[in-house]
């Protein structure tokens, strides 16, 4: 099945990279693989019927023989009732015994199907919450990393010693290579990794003591590649608030400048964008996932590139209304394009998993480092 899906959902590139007759060979190869598996046990359940039922009269044949020579021989040690009664009491048992040897082959499927199920079933969840959380209902002061180091699966560190204070209604930007770990960074916040060192605090609270409800209510993500599903465009925008109406849809969806697409759209709102919105441009998906977090009106802000496949122009009116979001309101950015970040309270600039450089923009400017370089570069 993964198989399948996998090629079916990878067409694009498959096709783009002439690779159908390598896909082919690779499918055809699994689906003989998996016909010969069937074909064996098939052929063996086809021949367990035959072969019991044989042997079953095989045994009989030879029990009525051995008891009539036994009956109708001078040294007669069992009378004629008493060998009916026996037939009929082996008769009735026989099946019974079939049954057993069924269930023999039975038992070993049933439990290959349980080792499968029982993987998912008991996968942990490294993310445990306290028997009794601390509620966190609003965010009042600040968010706070405190020497925060982060590796995944116990690897090589991706996060080495972090420390930064976030305050509430202030905007703080990341900037730094792809790969430096700031998507890491963020995606410590609403608790997806627990930290391996140190803690993360909000209002002074650490957030692995307080609940998961409760601490996810505060934010609203804009993935780096949004995520959207196979819905219609109202629902979509509509995922993280219960009872939406369709004003404040298309109020979210007017700020985030998605509405007049929308409109063009066959079936305006109730359009489906299928399978993970590919129905859709890519500057569009991201508009949808903006209007999302706009709808969702959370106090903590997360963007990952929120603006990233948007060409300047939709960039520019998309950036006022995040603006407009952003005012009053913590937000945590991620941009490659410095245009989106200037005015950014504190422009935290990463590498490697650490911080090398912060402040403001002139100050950076002004310092002649890696943000400078980075800047000049984008000048041009
Ligand atoms: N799920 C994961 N498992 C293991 N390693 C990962 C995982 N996600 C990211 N990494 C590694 O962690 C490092 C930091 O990745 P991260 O996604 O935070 O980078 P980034 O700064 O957001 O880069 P970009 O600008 O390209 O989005 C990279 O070296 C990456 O290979
Ligand atoms: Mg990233």
Redesign the pocket.
């Known amino acids: 099945m993964s198989q399948v899906e996998e090629t079916l959902g990878g067409l694009r590139i498959i096709k783009a990279f002439l690779a159908e007759k390598k896909m082919s060979s690779r499918f055809n190869s699994i689906t003989s693989s998996m016909r010969d598996k069937n074909t064996k046990v098939a052929v063996r359940q086809s021949l367990a019927h035959p072969v019991s039922e044989f042997m079953g009269s095989v045994m009989i044949a030879i029990v009525l023989w051995f008891g009539s020579t036994q009956i109708l021989s001078d040294t007669c040690s069992i009378d004629a009732p008493a060998f009916m009664t026996y037939i009929a009491i082996l008769y009735s048992v026989i099946q019974p015994i079939k049954d057993f040897a069924r269930a023999a082959f039975g038992i070993p499927k049933g439990l290959a199907s349980m080792d499968r199920i029982d993987a998912i079933l008991k996968a942990g969840n490294p993310i445990v919450e306290l028997e009794k959380p601390k509620p966190l209902e609003s965010f009042e002061s600040n968010i706070e990393f405190d020497c925060v180091s982060f590796s995944?699966?116990n690897?090589r560190e991706?996060l080495h010693d972090i420390s930064l204070t976030i305050p509430k209604g202030r905007t703080i930007a990341i900037v730094?290579a792809?790969?430096?770990?700031?998507?890491?960074?963020v995606d410590l916040i609403p608790r997806f990794y627990d930290c391996c060192k140190g803690s993360i605090r909000i209002d002074g609270k650490d957030i692995r003591e307080t609940s998961l409800k409760d601490l996810r209510s505060l934010m609203g993500n804009v993935n780096?590649d949004p995520i959207l599903f196979n819905d219609t465009i109202f629902n979509n925008i509509a995922f993280g608030v219960k009872d939406a109406t369709m004003e404040s849809v298309v109020a979210a969806a007017k700020i985030a400048n998605a509405h007049d697409f929308i409109i063009e759209k066959e079936e305006g709102y109730n359009t489906n964008i299928g399978d993970r919105g590919c129905k859709l441009s890519g500057g569009q998906r991201q508009r949808i996932s903006i209007a999302r977090a706009i709808l969702k009106n959370p106090p903590i802000l997360i963007l990952d590139?929120a603006t990233a496949s948007l060409d300047t122009e939709s960039e520019r009116i998309v950036q006022e209304a995040l603006d407009n979001l952003m005012h009053n309101r913590t937000t945590v950015a991620?941009a490659?394009r410095l245009s989106t970040i200037k005015g950014a309270d504190e422009i935290i600039v990463?590498d490697e998993g650490r911080i090398v450089e912060r402040g403001r923009h002139e100050q950076l400017i002004e310092f002649g480092g890696y943000y400078r370089k980075l800047h000049d570069m984008q000048a041009l």
């Open positions: 995944y699966d690897g991706v730094g792809s790969g430096a770990g700031k998507s890491t960074l780096q590139e991620i490659h990463m």
